[in-house]
């Protein structure tokens, strides 16, 4: 049975091979219209992703048009917003949080000059 490594080509060998317009244009339907991948052409073949990439800008389908169509499913928008006023909540919270424990330090530091007591534990000082 033969093996991949029997198949695999020197460097040599890979700058030398050209393939037809015909074939990439092939090849291109076939990513297109999802029948197989890009990385499945690049391992298949032995060239580089890039230059695949380079055959689906040179003879898809989008090649000759000027803009670009990108296409979101509803749900990904929807999930985005929610996902944004989630942390804008969560942002909210924590400001609220943060001005509630700078009140009681301030609180805890007037106490301290008021009365003469220390109140906050000191983490170095021994029983």
């Given at each position: 049975m033969a093996t991949l490594e029997q198949f695999k080509m020197s460097l040599e060998q890979k700058k030398r091979r050209t393939f037809s317009n015909k074939f990439k244009l092939?090849?291109?339907?076939?990513i297109e219209q999802k029948k197989t991948?890009?990385?499945q052409v690049s391992e298949a073949y032995c060239v580089t992703a890039v230059s695949v990439y380079k055959w689906i800008e040179k003879y898809g389908e989008q090649k000759n048009k000027v803009e670009r169509v990108i296409v979101e499913d509803q749900s990904d928008?929807?999930?985005i917003l929610s996902y944004e006023r989630k942390i804008a909540e969560l942002e909210r919270i924590v400001g609220?949080?943060?001005v509630l424990?700078?009140?009681q330090w301030k609180i805890i530091e007037l106490a301290e000059e008021e009365y003469g007591i220390d109140i906050k534990k000191k983490l170095n000082k021994e029983p």
């Open positions: 092939k090849k291109v339907k076939e991948t890009v990385h928008t929807t999930k609220q949080k943060q424990i700078d009140f």
